[in-house]
């Protein structure tokens, strides 16, 4: 009982920081701040602490998910309920390697290709110089990987 109030509460504090960043706190920076080019690096420092708790965040529940096989092996469960138990803790594992994936791609992947461009861009930023397509384009896979993620984590909250 323990271990699984504590997935769920790695796993709300995991998708309550991805919508917080991604949907909250990004998005009031380009509406409230007239330079774009700061909002845009702020925003990056905020994406960057969060890929890195996404990475902890996981590294947690995939402890905790072994820690709940050895529970499940050890004759808590009996019958079917331990076939149940397990088949969940298998899909628990396969979002949070899919959501570390998404982090991982898109932190140790797109990131420091569009933090290139930015700072290749100068002080008038990307938007106006020669990359602003390929930007765009990093940026779109980027927010859609994002929006798989926060998908996944509603899923991970729902499935605790």
């Known amino acids: ?7 769920l509460l790695v796993a709300t504090l995991w998708a309550g920081s991805l919508w917080a960043v991604g949907y909250l706190a990004a998005p009031t920076l380009f509406a409230t701040l007239s330079d774009r080019v700061l909002a845009g690096t702020i925003a990056a ?21 072994w820690v709940s096989k050895g529970a499940e092996t050890g004759g808590i469960f009996a019958g079917s309920a331990a076939n149940s138990a397990a088949k969940t803790r298998r899909t628990l594992l396969v979002v949070v390697i899919a959501m570390l994936g998404c982090t991982l791609v898109s932190h140790f992947g797109l990131q420091p ?7 290749a861009a100068g002080p008038g930023g990307v938007m106006e110089g020669a990359a602003k397509n390929e930007f765009g384009m990093l ?3 980027s927010s859609s990987i994002y929006l798989v993620q926060s998908l996944l984590a509603a899923w991970l909250v729902v499935k605790q």
């Open 1 to 7: 009982m323990l271990l699984a109030r504590t997935r």
């Open 139 to 141: 940026h779109g896979i």
């Open 113 to 119: 290709m569009m933090a290139a461009l930015r700072a």
């Open 45 to 65: 420092s905020l994406f960057k602490n969060q890929a890195w708790l996404s990475i902890a965040c996981a590294l947690v529940m995939l402890v905790l998910l």
